[in-house]
Antibody, heavy 122, light 104 residues
Framework: QVHLQESGPGLVRPSQTLSLTCNVS??????????WTWIRQRPGKGLEWIGY???????HYNPSLKSRLAISVDTSKNVFSLSLSSVTAEDTAVYYC??????????????WGQGIMVTVSS | QLTQSPSSLAASVGDRVTITCRAS??????LGWYQQKPGKAPKILIY???TLHSGVPSRFSGSGSGTDFTLTISSLQPEDFATYFC?????????FGQGTKVEI
């Protein structure tokens, strides 16, 4: 059973960089067909896909965030991380990490972290 | 873009509930459905438009292809009161629908 756990600061100042880490346990980040993903949910709103990283370092980002976004992976620690620069109040959200899995020709998000609330405020 | 309807609905235990999701272009059957309860992460219910994920009760079912999809709960149970999201899974970015809140 794969378990994901987000960690990082719950408060970030405007214009600073939001940095979060997702620890993957119960499975290897090297798992084939596993796209390690960040999603966020603004208060009272829907889900927004942020981007993914594959174990070889390949990434794909949401165009709306691409200029401020970096996702990295540390395979030695079985973690992947999110860095979002120049944050504003619009980046206040619950941030989830999840696995986008490719299985028998189909994709779906099968494992999710519990989520971490990040508030952007001075 | 994915458009869900309705945005919310009120139902009773035992009711049959249907939620629809319309895609702005053909996504074949690359669609998933998720359930989210307050303060919790979403959970996968259905992928490939109609395949029930392991452990999901059989009262949940999905159908559709192309641009029009449906999630049906055949007999609503107390634990089913939640928000439901559809998600397209054939391209990036992985767009989610805006959600349907199922209330008592």
């Amino acid at each position: 059973q794969v378990h994901l756990q987000e960690s990082g600061p719950g408060l970030v100042r405007p214009s600073q960089t939001l940095s979060l880490t997702c620890n993957v346990s119960g499975g290897s980040i090297y798992s084939g067909g596993s796209y390690w993903t960040w999603i966020r949910q603004r208060p009272g709103k829907g889900l927004e896909w942020i981007g993914y990283i594959y174990h070889n370092g390949n990434t794909h980002y949401n165009p709306s965030l691409k200029s401020r976004l970096a996702i990295s992976v540390d395979t030695s620690k079985n973690v992947f991380s999110l860095s979002l620069s120049s944050v504003t109040a619009e980046d206040t959200a619950v941030y989830y990490c999840a696995r986008d899995t490719y299985n028998n020709g189909w994709y779906y998000f099968d494992y999710w972290g519990q989520g971490i609330m990040v508030t952007v405020s001075s | 873009q994915l458009t869900q309807s309705p945005s919310s609905l009120a139902a009773s235990v035992g009711d049959r509930v249907t939620i629809t999701c319309r895609a702005s272009h053909d996504i074949s059957t690359f669609l998933g459905w998720y359930q989210q309860k307050p303060g919790k992460a979403p959970k996968i219910l259905i992928y490939a438009a109609s395949t029930l994920h392991s452990g999901v009760p059989s009262r949940f079912s999905g159908s559709g292809s192309g641009t029009d999809f449906t999630l049906t709960i055949s007999s609503l149970q107390p634990e089913d009161f939640a928000t439901y999201f559809c998600q397209q899974l054939n391209t990036y970015p992985r767009i989610f629908g805006q959600g349907t809140k199922v209330e008592i």
